[in-house]
């Protein structure tokens, strides 16, 4: 099976907002009942944090900056009020269906913030 | 507050077996709302999902590691386990455990360097 497609890149000033695209296929992203799109942000040498899941949920003491949502076979989490802190790597997974269930996760976005 | 931590050797010789554990603390590991999972990063690339185990001992794995992979669980000890057979150096990676609920990891270990060489 093969990854879902990132941006291997995005950026923005303070204060602004980006958008990170998941690209998957009808196996995955876009598939029947399958709204198990999580994201996650990684800075360096540390474990992932889960910052968003089933598309638009997020979890207790992730700020109301991030947001997702899903259109046919792409997922998208955009950032609002870039801070600093925002810069890491972020990945976007699903869960991938058939008849052999399992996880894909997406290549990996690095965000700058300029 | 449920906490993973991954422990194992560091070090493993090509076409060996690799064995890691993730210790379980701060939560049941038989609550069937969840599933058990292994994630790995090879240094510098991105994340691979492995493969994951329901507190029933149910399993699933990635296809393309499915022929060498193995994942375990002892309740008693609160602890899961995963088996990598005949790694090569493209397996060196560090590998983190997880809880997953919905294919979603909430929550994740630190992590550990696995590293492939003789």
């Known amino acids: 099976q093969s990854a879902l497609t990132q941006p291997p890149s995005a950026s923005g000033s303070p204060g602004q907002s980006v958008t990170i695209s998941c690209t998957g296929t009808?196996?995955?992203?876009?598939?029947?009942?399958?709204?198990?799109v999580s994201w996650y942000q990684q800075h360096p040498g540390k474990a992932p944090k889960l910052m968003i899941y089933?598309?638009?949920k997020r979890p207790s003491g992730v700020p109301d900056r991030f947001s997702g949502s899903k259109s046919a076979n792409t997922a998208s989490l955009t950032v609002s009020g870039l801070q600093a802190e925002d810069e890491a790597d972020y990945y976007c997974?699903?869960?991938?269906?058939?008849?052999?269930?399992?996880?894909?996760f997406g290549g990996g976005t690095r965000l700058t913030v300029l | 507050q449920l906490q993973l931590q991954e422990s194992g050797p560091g070090l493993v010789k090509p076409s060996e077996t690799l064995s890691l554990t993730c210790t379980v603390s701060?939560?049941?590991?038989?609550?069937?709302?969840?599933?058990w999972a292994w994630i790995r990063q090879p240094p510098g690339k991105g994340l691979e999902w492995i493969g994951s185990?329901?507190?029933?001992?149910?399993?699933f794995y990635n296809p393309s590691l499915k022929s060498r992979v193995t994942i375990s669980l002892d309740t008693s000890k609160k602890q899961f386990s995963l088996k990598l057979t005949s790694v090569t150096a493209a397996d060196t990676a560090v590998f983190f455990c997880?809880?997953?609920?919905?294919?979603?990891?909430?929550?994740w270990g630190q992590g550990t360097l696995v590293t492939v060489s003789s």
């Open positions: 997880s809880r997953e609920e919905h294919s979603t990891s909430h929550y």
């Open positions: 701060g939560d049941s590991i038989t609550n069937s709302n969840y599933y």
């Open positions: 185990i329901s507190s029933s001992g149910r399993t």
């Open positions: 009808s196996s995955d992203v876009h598939g029947y009942g399958y709204n198990y």
């Open positions: 089933e598309v638009n």
């Open positions: 997974s699903s869960h991938a269906g058939g008849n052999d269930p399992h996880v894909l």
